[in-house]
């Protein structure tokens, strides 16, 4: 059945809450977890759809996984102990289930089959494939470079990899491929991108050494056990923020989030529009930093975003599009043409939304051109993409009339208590 969200406009923001755990720290831990030697205990963990995956494929593969609310424990079986699935592999949302995986699967001595949802069987998977077939892998996709995939696991080769596209995702596939590959595996990225693969890979004692943009590391070591405290995730904290932002009358405090200076894009971004938002309490936990945030209402103004900050906050420009409908003259995105393969063509569906709602937004190839305007009501296909619901139902705030958004069953991949914290904390939001 089709969830829909109706948001009634208005509203201010006052409080404190802690969203739930990082998403791409939650996926790594269970990965990392199950070839490392002992048993790893992760507190925090996000029990979301696509989390929930990752931790299913690995119990399928012969891994002991145990969860107690936000609480999992995982008996890791070392590098070499996976065993073949009885069944394909579904992965059901998650573009990261599936291209680590892929990486993680191509050195090992079975073959396995991935498949995933209507959305994630139309996302493009050559881009990890590609270079793990420079490596030895074996990978069958369909036609179109899209799932399933199927993988037969061979022996692999180390290589040096320069990737054509900043990207999260297919630097750990390599990474993680490159644990199974003979020799010493590097990857030079063009930009930055999040580190949380080589972070944990350090934290479960497996030597991963950066030089510049390039990270290497020798195939054939050992993973032990550790214990990891997931810290809130920055990526679904990110719509709170914007609230926080563009609501009159608003001041809020987000808790324990994570702030990897890989993955703060989006508060460099907003304080460069005149976002007022600070951090306190920064401490490290389990090699992650982490703070508190506090936002309140801004008088935003637009900027042309710069590009380096692009891969720093590449999942959060849904909500920044709501920033820059709310901000006083033109925001310019350019050199995020990635945005157009995620869950939903995000470029395509953001500025379609947009203008559903009055603001005057144009799509360009690689990103977009927003004026800032007054938000209407209307309603909104989110294309089953979560964070383009979570983005629309925060406009809201901003609106003159009533904005409805349809398919957003997808919300619970990621954040699966967003209705019952955003109503807590001040939006006039109810589901259906």
Request: include cysteine; charged fraction near 15%.
């Given at each position: 059945m089709s969830t829909k969200f109706i948001i009634n406009p208005g509203g201010c923001l006052r409080g404190s809450l802690r969203v739930p755990g990082d998403k791409s720290i939650s996926h790594r831990s269970i990965m990392l977890g199950a070839l490392a030697e002992g048993t790893t205990v992760v507190s925090g963990f996000l029990e979301g759809e696509d989390t929930l995956a990752t931790l299913a494929a690995f119990q399928a593969m012969g891994v002991n996984i145990s969860r107690n609310y936000g609480q999992v424990s995982i008996e890791g079986v070392g590098l070499h102990g996976l065993k073949a699935a009885n069944a394909p592999l579904y992965l059901g949302n998650s573009g990261t289930s599936m291209r680590l995986l892929s990486g993680l699967m191509a050195g090992q001595n079975f073959s396995v089959e991935m498949t995933g949802d209507a959305s994630l069987s139309h996302r493009p998977m050559r881009r990890v494939t590609d270079p793990l077939s420079?490596?030895?892998?074996?990978?069958?996709?369909?036609e179109d470079g899209t799932p399933p995939l199927k993988i037969h696991g061979n022996s692999l080769?180390?290589?040096?990899?320069?990737?054509?596209?900043?990207?999260?995702?297919?630097?750990?596939?390599?990474?993680?491929?490159?644990?199974?590959?003979?020799?010493?595996?590097?990857?030079?990225?063009?930009?930055?991108?999040r580190d949380h693969?080589?972070?944990?890979?350090?934290?479960?004692?497996?030597?991963?050494?950066?030089?510049?943009?390039?990270?290497?590391?020798?195939?054939?070591?050992?993973?032990?056990?550790?214990?990891?405290?997931?810290?809130a995730d920055i990526s679904s904290a990110a719509f709170f923020i914007v609230a926080a932002c563009i609501a009159k009358d608003s001041e809020i405090s987000l808790q324990h989030v994570g702030i990897n200076?890989?993955?703060?894009?989006?508060?460099?971004?907003?304080?460069?529009?005149?976002?007022?938002?600070?951090?306190?309490?920064?401490?490290?936990?389990?090699?992650?930093?982490?703070?508190?945030?506090?936002?309140?209402?801004?008088?935003?103004?637009?900027?042309?975003?710069?590009?380096?900050?692009?891969?720093?906050?590449?999942?959060?420009?849904?909500?920044?599009?709501?920033?820059?409908?709310?901000?006083?003259?033109?925001?310019?995105?350019?050199?995020?043409?990635?945005?157009?393969?995620?869950?939903?063509?995000?470029i395509q569906v953001m500025a379609d939304g947009l203008n559903t709602i009055g603001i005057n937004a144009e799509a360009t190839?690689?990103?977009?051109?927003?004026?800032?305007?007054?938000?209407?009501?209307?309603?909104?296909?989110?294309?089953?993409?979560?964070?383009?619901?979570?983005?629309?139902?925060?406009?809201?705030?901003?609106?003159?009339?009533?904005?409805?958004?349809?398919?957003?069953?997808?919300?619970?991949?990621?954040?699966?208590?967003?209705?019952?914290?955003?109503?807590?904390?001040?939006?006039?939001?109810?589901?259906?």
């Open positions: 420079l490596m030895g892998a074996n990978i069958e996709t369909a080769q180390a290589i040096n990899y320069d990737l054509p596209v900043a990207s999260a995702q297919v630097k750990s596939a390599i990474l993680l491929a490159g644990l199974y590959a003979n020799g010493k595996t590097c990857v030079t990225e063009p930009a930055p991108t693969t080589e972070r944990m890979l350090a934290g479960f004692a497996y030597s991963v050494v950066r030089d510049g943009n390039t990270i290497c590391l020798e195939g054939g070591g050992k993973l032990q056990a550790n214990s990891i405290d997931v810290p200076a890989t993955r703060i894009g989006i508060i460099n971004i907003l304080q460069q529009m005149g976002a007022d938002i600070s951090l306190t309490n920064q401490h490290d936990v389990s090699g992650e930093l982490v703070a508190d945030i506090h936002i309140r209402s801004s008088k935003l103004h637009g900027i042309h975003i710069p590009p380096e900050q692009v891969p720093l906050a590449i999942d959060e420009f849904p909500a920044i599009f709501i920033a820059a409908a709310c901000a006083e003259g033109e925001t310019v995105l350019t050199d995020a043409a990635e945005l157009r393969v995620k869950e939903s063509d995000r190839p690689d990103g977009m051109i927003i004026q800032g305007g007054k938000i209407q009501g209307g309603i909104i296909n989110s294309h089953g993409d979560h964070r383009i619901a979570m983005a629309f139902t925060i406009a809201a705030l901003c609106a003159s009339e009533t904005i409805t958004v349809t398919d957003c069953a997808n919300v619970a991949t990621s954040f699966p208590n967003f209705v019952k914290l955003a109503q807590q904390v001040g939006i006039n939001i109810s589901e259906q």
